[in-house]
């Protein structure tokens, strides 16, 4: 069984820095692309960031190119978004989701979500 | 971006009822869409895949079609746990764009 669960979510302050955690079971993670999906309180959902199963694609947002980093660890079975620079329109619970296949097979697993809240 | 059209935003319905919901794309996308369920609260749940393939676990009640860039989910009979927000997803290519989601509500 897929198994998907974020961490690192937390309050911080604009300009701020947090390190979003992923770790997953019940499939072979390297043979996978991983997608980071945010939604704002109240709002849609919004892709935020790709990586390819080995690691050599990612794509990131407009919204997010420069701040953001996604990368991962597939002997740890680890997904990570590295956030840099946060604003407050960042704020959003984040979803940690598997991709269908080896890139851009679609979503078919996602975490529980992890809440980030960028305020003063 | 590929921009995904969804509609309607919301709608009430009764237990028992047929429901459609449509997603029309910018560009043709093949059949390179999916159909989530979200609860409140919870995260997204794939439903449909490849526009027409219905995700293991998922009832048949609901069922997805395409014809060109107009995609359509339906679901056959509404039952009481169906009440939630859903929406679709081009997976075409990156990015991968939504629809606005549509809230289906018991009338």
């Known amino acids: 069984e897929v198994h998907l669960v974020e961490s690192g979510g937390a309050l911080v302050q604009p300009g701020g820095s947090l390190r979003l955690s992923c770790a997953a079971s019940g499939f072979t993670f390297s043979n996978y692309a991983m997608n980071w999906v945010r939604q704002a309180p109240g709002k849609g959902l919004e892709l935020v960031s790709a990586i390819r199963g080995s690691g050599g694609s990612t794509y990131y947002a407009d919204s997010v190119k420069g701040r953001f980093t996604i990368s991962r660890d597939n002997s740890q079975n680890a997904l990570y978004l590295q956030m840099n620079s946060l604003r407050a329109e960042d704020t959003a619970v984040y979803y940690c989701a598997k991709d269908l296949g080896s890139w851009s097979g679609g979503i078919d697993y996602w975490g529980q979500g992890t809440l980030v809240t960028v305020s003063s | 971006a590929i921009q995904m059209t969804q509609s309607p935003s919301s709608l009430s319905a009764s237990v028992g009822d047929r429901v459609t919901i449509t997603c029309r794309a910018s560009?043709?996308?093949?059949?390179?869409l999916g159909w989530y369920q979200q609860k409140p609260g919870k995260a997204p749940k794939l439903l449909i895949y490849?526009?027409?393939t219905l995700q293991s676990g998922v009832p048949s009640r609901f069922s997805g079609s395409a014809s060109g860039t107009d995609f359509t989910l339906t679901i056959s009979s509404l039952q009481p746990e169906d009440f939630a927000t859903y929406y679709c997803?081009?997976?075409?290519?990156?990015?991968?764009?939504f629809g606005q989601g549509t809230k289906l509500e018991i009338k």
């Open positions: 997803l081009q997976d075409y290519n990156y990015p991968y764009t």
């Open positions: 490849d526009a027409y």
């Open positions: 560009q043709g996308i093949r059949n390179d």
